[in-house]
């Protein structure tokens, strides 16, 4: 009696399908691999986020070291001198800005009994009927339980929290070693800026030969607009938030500084900053001056500034890396908001610059193919 042949056994022996079976093993392994790394990076997120923040800034300033080499430096002495300036620019900042917070936090300070004076009056009396507050005394009262309510439940929530401590050493040991991970930042970046050509070099001998042109182009295409996108948006930045607190100093409103500064720094998410700093602004210029003159100064003093970063400052400084029409900028920041939250409206426009490298390139290869030529 001949033996049975199961159709398995056949489809594992056959040459031609033992061929096909090898040329999907690589393919079904770099899956399985990279959802096992996707797993365990978003499982250490908070651990690893300062490396990635590390590696984030030496593609950032690998370019400056490049530069450096070229001058004659070596690759350590450069590294270790743009490390050096910029911890020393940031720490010159920082200095700066602290200081002109404390000096602004003093006079708001003096002004606040009579700022809060002026808000009560701006409430509608709707709104105030509705909190129990028709009258100042009212409102002071009201104040005054809440902060007792306040002083009754510290200790409750000081104990709940301390027996949630004691229950979470895991998370303790996370938080240590999230904390850890950012004192030793500068490290990450000094070693990651001194092997990126390695690591350039590591990434590109993985490639196939065959698909190694393609692939560089379209890398050193989209290394450009990133690269240029975000040095570019970052001295945007900078030159705003000296722009906006210039102006607000010039006006006169209290927390000018803070105000601009915060305004050029949230700018780095389209549009967000201007939108802050023209709704704090013009409520410190309501609080302090009680008119509308000055509210409308600082409105149009946010107007010429941003007309001016899409007319003159971005165009010099950014150009046109990154190409994508203000629509379309609008629609990526509002879609990534929604489903990714702050970090999405961060990422929104260099994610959807590097898509569009992608479709340009699958146009290209449309265009090309018989569907669209009708032959």
């Not at 301390?162 to 999230?178: G, H, P, R």
Request: proline share 5%; glycine share 8%.
């Amino acid at each position: 009696m001949a033996p049975l042949r199961f159709p398995p056994f056949q489809f594992i022996s056959s040459d031609r399908n033992t061929m096909l079976n090898k040329k999907w093993v690589f393919p079904a392994v770099t899956i399985i691999i990279v959802v096992i790394s996707g797993i365990i990076l978003y499982s250490s997120g908070k651990i690893l986020l300062p490396v990635t923040v590390a590696f984030a800034l030496a593609f950032l300033f690998d370019p400056l070291v490049s530069c450096l080499q070229r001058r004659g430096f070596g690759r350590t002495v450069a590294v270790l001198s743009v490390i050096m300036a910029v911890l020393l620019l940031t720490i010159l900042a920082g200095f700066f800005f602290v200081s002109s917070i404390a000096d602004e936090f003093k006079s708001v300070e003096i002004n606040l009994p009579e700022y809060a004076g002026r808000l009560y009056g701006m409430i509608p009396e709707g709104v105030k009927h509705y909190l129990g507050i028709e009258t100042s005394e009212k409102a002071y009262r009201q104040l005054q339980s809440l902060l007792e309510q306040l002083r009754g439940v510290s200790f409750d929530v000081a104990r709940e929290t301390f027996s949630y401590l004691k229950q979470a050493v895991t998370s303790t040991l996370a938080f240590i070693l999230s904390i850890l991970g950012y004192v030793v930042l500068p490290l990450y970046l000094y070693y990651f800026l001194k092997d990126m050509p390695k690591i350039h070099a590591v990434i590109i001998e993985a490639v196939p030969e065959r698909h190694r042109p393609v692939l560089l182009a379209k890398a050193g295409e989209i290394r450009e607009i990133l690269s240029g996108f975000v040095r570019g948006q970052l001295t945007v930045c900078a030159v705003l938030a000296v722009l906006y607190s210039a102006g607000l100093l010039v006006i006169g409103i209290d927390l000018a500084i803070v105000i601009g500064t915060l305004s050029g720094i949230l700018f780095i998410i389209p549009y967000l900053g201007t939108m802050f700093g023209i709704v704090f602004s013009m409520t410190m210029a309501a609080l302090k001056f009680h008119d509308i003159l000055h509210p409308f100064l600082c409105l149009g003093w946010f107007a010429l500034v941003q007309a001016l970063e899409g007319a003159v400052i971005t165009p010099k400084i950014v150009g046109d890396r990154v190409g994508l029409h203000p629509v379309v900028t609008i629609i990526a920041l509002l879609v990534a908001g929604q489903l990714f939250g702050i970090v999405g409206m961060l990422l929104a426009v260099p994610a959807t610059a590097v898509l569009k490298v992608f479709m340009s390139s699958y146009l290209g290869y449309y265009r090309t193919t018989p569907f669209f030529s009708g032959k």
